[in-house]
């Protein structure tokens, strides 16, 4: 019991950033929503491209359309980003840690740091950060899309971190708050719904 006051009471502290390359912590233990990807206007969402979510599925960009293939959950204490059950992995065909090139999918959660998720801001006056994976944002290795991110059925892979427009995302909360201003340990924030 005094474990969870502990750490509800850090989510509720988290405040301002001290610096604009410091992780950032949502007041809430799981943010669920879509995961926009900023390129191309921000009209591309991490996507599982078959109905059926099976583990070792490759997620891709795809038109956002709110949909459950596109309803992410993102635990802040655990940092996993999981859909149905199954976490986004950076899948690893050989054993070792994630490495540059490791295609981004679905796997069955299990807590390792290819299934850890952080997000970065790395400029404090735009909303959208890079998630950085491999078990902390030390690692400096970022989610990326890969090609021509305006394309449906982009791949995402993960990529040395440099903070270039294909490694830029923001969750946009799901249900939607209706045009309405969110307050949080981050100041005051107008989401926008499609």
């Not at 604009?20 to 912590?25: F, G, H, M, Q, T």
């Not at 899948?91 to 290819?114: E, H, K, M, N």
């Not at 952080?118 to 006056?125: D, G, K, M, V």
């Not at 892979?157 to 830029?168: L, N, P, S, V, Y």
Request: aromatic share 8%; proline share 9%.
């Amino acid at each position: 019991m005094r474990s969870h006051a502990v750490i509800i009471a850090a989510l509720l502290c988290a405040g301002y950033p001290a610096s604009a390359s410091e992780p950032l912590v949502p007041s809430e233990p799981v943010v669920r929503g879509v995961i926009r990807g900023d390129f191309a206007y921000g009209s591309q969402c991490l996507t599982v491209p078959v109905t059926e979510f099976l583990p070792g599925v490759s997620l891709e960009m795809r038109p956002c359309r709110n949909s459950a293939d596109q309803i992410f959950e993102w635990n802040v204490v655990s940092f996993e980003i999981k859909i149905h059950n199954l976490c986004v992995d950076a899948l690893r065909a050989a054993p070792g840690s994630s490495q540059p090139g490791d295609p981004i999918g679905l796997w069955y959660c299990q807590g390792t740091p290819r299934q850890q998720w952080f997000s970065l801001r790395s400029n404090p006056y735009f909303p959208t950060f890079s998630i950085v994976g491999a078990g902390g944002p030390a690692s400096n290795l970022c989610l990326e899309s890969l090609k021509d991110s305006t394309v449906a059925g982009t791949q995402l892979a993960i990529a040395t971190c440099d903070a270039g427009d294909k490694q830029q995302f923001r969750v946009q909360p799901w249900p939607p708050l209706d045009d309405k201003v969110s307050s949080g340990p981050l100041g005051s924030l107008r989401v926008l719904s499609d």
